[in-house]
């Protein structure tokens, strides 16, 4: 029999909000120039990133975890478009980062 693991736990919601948290300073330190054309398009990634980053607090503050959990998960895929497209220099981390062509 196949056993179902459909809650998420503290210990869960807690290790995805840290992995993002840690991928945002990473990809923060990675920022393309601000005289390059992929500046502006960095800026973007961020707010959306930084929005869905906020939204999981709240839904965390409130005890709602499948919308914190959804909010993270928006968050890191914003994060790894912008490392899979080269927008943030994530160097070659593969393990928390999606780089693989």
Request: aromatic fraction near 12%; proline fraction near 2%.
């Amino acid at each position: 029999m196949v056993e179902i693991d459909n809650i998420i736990t503290d210990e869960k919601i807690e290790n995805y909000f840290e992995r993002t948290k840690e991928a945002i300073t990473i990809i923060k330190n990675g920022l393309p120039p601000e005289k390059s054309l992929l500046s502006d398009v960095a800026s973007d990634f961020l707010v959306m990133i930084d929005c869905y980053f906020e939204d999981a607090k709240t839904f965390i503050d409130k005890g709602d975890y499948i919308n914190a959990f959804a909010s993270l998960n928006y968050a890191y895929g914003w994060i790894d478009a912008g490392a899979r497209l080269g927008i943030f220099n994530v160097g070659d981390d593969d393990v928390r980062f999606t780089l693989a062509k």
